[in-house]
């Protein structure tokens, strides 16, 4: 295809909630070392409770399959707020509106399991909504993802470039929480056209908060001539993920990847 038919045609594909099915194929990211929702399912036979942090559309919640009978879910980008309730409420799960400053509208000690993937926390209303046995699991997307994009646009670095596991323990020692277990990784992250490019910086729009096809058009048409002469745009995605329970836990969950 053409530059100019890549791009109309990634301008205009429909966006609901974080569904990356138009990018099969056509970015493909090299598989972590570890298995976020296996990881997940094996703690939920043990939890009482679960809130799922940045729930998106509900897409990833509403396939886990049986969850604890009270199940909460939280989104910060209004767009995806109809979308999620639509999908959940009709599970008995509440979906949830939060702000910018990740302040969860809940009592103290309301959830066994909290979990986030991808989604920015507040270490201390983690803390004040979990048990005294609860398990935090997140998966975050570090502060040096996918930087060749933004290098290949010439486009500013991402605004936290120190986010990352030893971040991120830090802060949650100093809420009062132990990390029981952590990891950390760069894997590949390969887009074959440019239209792939541009519909996922569509969907994750933070990676360049500035991005518009005629303001990075010249850089664009750059990639694409590399592109249809075989090349391809190879960055790599910075990926970590913790499990940390309060400081003293009554119990210490057990462990999986």
């Given at each position: 295809?053409?530059?100019?038919?890549?791009?109309?045609?990634?301008?205009?594909?429909?966006?609901?909630?974080?569904?990356?099915?138009?990018?099969?194929?056509?970015?493909?990211?090299?598989?972590?070392?570890?298995?976020?929702?296996?990881?997940?399912?094996?703690?939920?036979?043990?939890?009482?409770?679960?809130?799922?942090?940045?729930?998106?559309?509900?897409?990833?919640?509403?396939?886990?399959?049986?969850?604890?009978?009270?199940?909460?879910?939280?989104?910060?980008?209004?767009?995806?707020?109809?979308?999620?309730?639509?999908?959940?409420?009709?599970?008995?799960?509440?979906?949830?509106?939060?702000?910018?400053?990740?302040?969860?509208?809940?009592?103290?000690?309301?959830?066994?399991?909290?979990?986030?993937?991808?989604?920015s926390?507040?270490?201390?209303?983690?803390?004040?909504?979990?048990?005294g046995?609860?398990?935090?699991?997140?998966?975050?997307v570090?502060g040096?993802?996918?930087?060749?994009?933004?290098?290949a646009?010439?486009?500013?670095?991402?605004?936290?470039?120190?986010?990352?596991?030893?971040?991120?323990?830090?802060?949650?020692?100093?809420?009062?929480?132990?990390?029981?277990?952590?990891?950390?990784?760069?894997?590949?992250?390969t887009?074959?056209?440019?239209?792939?490019?541009?519909?996922?910086?569509?969907?994750?729009?933070?990676?360049?908060?500035?991005?518009d096809?005629?303001?990075?058009?010249?850089?664009?048409?750059?990639?694409?001539?590399?592109?249809?002469?075989?090349?391809?745009?190879?960055?790599?995605?910075?990926?970590?993920?913790?499990?940390?329970?309060?400081?003293?836990?009554?119990?210490?969950?057990?462990?999986?990847?």
């Open positions: 295809m053409k530059y100019d038919e890549l791009v109309s045609e990634a301008l205009t594909t429909p966006l609901e909630g974080w569904d990356f099915a138009a990018l099969r194929g056509r970015m493909v990211e090299d598989p972590l070392p570890w298995d976020y929702k296996r990881l997940l399912l094996s703690h939920l036979p043990h939890a009482a409770s679960l809130l799922d942090l940045g729930t998106g559309g509900g897409e990833f919640l509403s396939e886990l399959g049986r969850l604890p009978l009270r199940t909460g879910a939280t989104e910060g980008y209004l767009p995806n707020l109809p979308i999620a309730r639509r999908r959940l409420e009709p599970l008995g799960i509440e979906v949830a509106a939060v702000g910018e400053d990740d302040v969860l509208p809940f009592p103290d000690d309301s959830f066994t399991l909290v979990a986030s993937r991808h989604e926390y507040d270490p201390s209303e983690i803390r004040r909504v979990l048990t046995d609860g398990l935090f699991i997140t998966q975050q570090g040096r993802n996918l930087e060749e994009v933004n290098e646009l010439a486009a500013p670095p991402l605004a936290r470039r120190d986010w990352d596991l030893a971040r991120a323990s830090a802060a949650l020692a100093e809420a009062g929480l132990t990390v029981m277990w952590s990891e950390e990784v760069q894997v590949a992250t887009f074959h056209d440019v239209g792939a490019l541009v519909l996922f910086l569509r969907i994750v729009s933070w990676q360049v908060p500035d991005f096809v005629d303001r990075y058009a010249r850089r664009l048409r750059v990639l694409h001539e590399e592109m249809a002469r075989g090349g391809e745009l190879r960055a790599h995605a910075h990926r970590f993920i913790l499990l940390a329970t309060p400081n003293d836990p009554t119990a210490c969950p057990g462990q999986a990847r």
